[in-house]
């Protein structure tokens, strides 16, 4: 999704992946695991960033969590602190604050973790990795509390969460360039009319202008699903289906 987003005359995109990869013009390719520190290290030499996507992308095991996860962010952050990748842009997640009740919406930058799952708790455990790695050792270091990123939204909560392929590419473009970050923990979201679940005031202070809206996908949407209910469980906190209980969802 963010390949030809990203993509820039005179801008090569490094791409790591278990999975073998083919390098298009202006990219390169490494196999390796997100948790090989050596290989990591490697592949930060001589990079202006870092986006670190990797890991399990939905609720799993904690041992598989935890190695994935954690120890795979952990890794990001150190590779690049010894390579001397001077920016780290994190992929965070909505679960981290997951149970952030709709009482208290818009839900503000910065917000206190209140993870939902195993996952909510790696993504806040990383946001505290970053930090660290900020002020011990001065990288920037941006988390994204990411909504529901995906080509359309495909469910009722989806027109309120929704971040559009357009706009992640915008908001990791906005992470990319702006001056001297800092730490920063922002939310990322489409400029959605049923929106306003969250803050956008520090993505846009990093320059982040959203322009897509899930409300053209609306009418689709609820007439296969109905109106939302104000009582729906799934509507009653940030984190939606991973809020409820014995949850085991695989897609955020």
């Not at 120890?71 to 981290?96: C, D, K, L, Q, W």
């Not at 195993?118 to 011990?136: L, P, Q, W």
């Not at 609820?222 to 009653?236: H, K």
């Amino acid at each position: 999704m963010l390949r030809p987003r990203l993509a820039r005359p005179g801008r090569t995109l490094r791409l790591l992946d278990l999975a073998p990869l083919t390098a298009g013009p202006g990219e390169e390719a490494i196999q390796a695991s997100v948790t090989d520190l050596d290989a990591m290290t490697a592949a930060c030499q001589g990079a202006d960033a870092v986006i670190h996507l990797g890991g399990i992308s939905g609720e799993a095991s904690w041992p598989r969590i935890l190695e994935t996860n954690i120890n795979g962010g952990y890794t990001a952050f150190e590779a690049a602190r010894r390579a001397g990748t001077p920016r780290v842009i994190f992929a965070s997640s909505n679960h981290a604050v997951g149970f952030s009740p709709r009482a208290g919406f818009p839900v503000p930058d910065y917000a206190f973790p209140a993870p939902d799952t195993n996952y909510g708790v790696s993504k806040a455990a990383t946001e505290a990795i970053a930090a660290m790695y900020h002020y011990r050792y001065g990288l920037d270091a941006i988390c994204v509390r990411i909504l529901s990123c995906f080509p359309r939204p495909s469910t009722v909560r989806m027109l309120s969460t929704w971040l559009s392929p357009g706009d992640a590419g915008r908001l990791f473009e906005a992470c990319l360039t702006a001056e001297r970050p800092g730490f920063r923990v922002i939310f990322g979201v489409s400029a959605n009319t049923r929106g306003g679940w969250v803050s956008l005031t520090e993505a846009r202070a990093l320059g982040y202008q959203p322009q897509d809206d899930a409300e053209v996908y609306a009418a689709a949407i609820i007439a296969a699903d109905g109106e939302p209910e104000p009582g729906d469980p799934v509507l009653r906190f940030l984190g939606g289906e991973y809020t409820l209980p014995d949850a085991q969802v695989p897609q955020a």
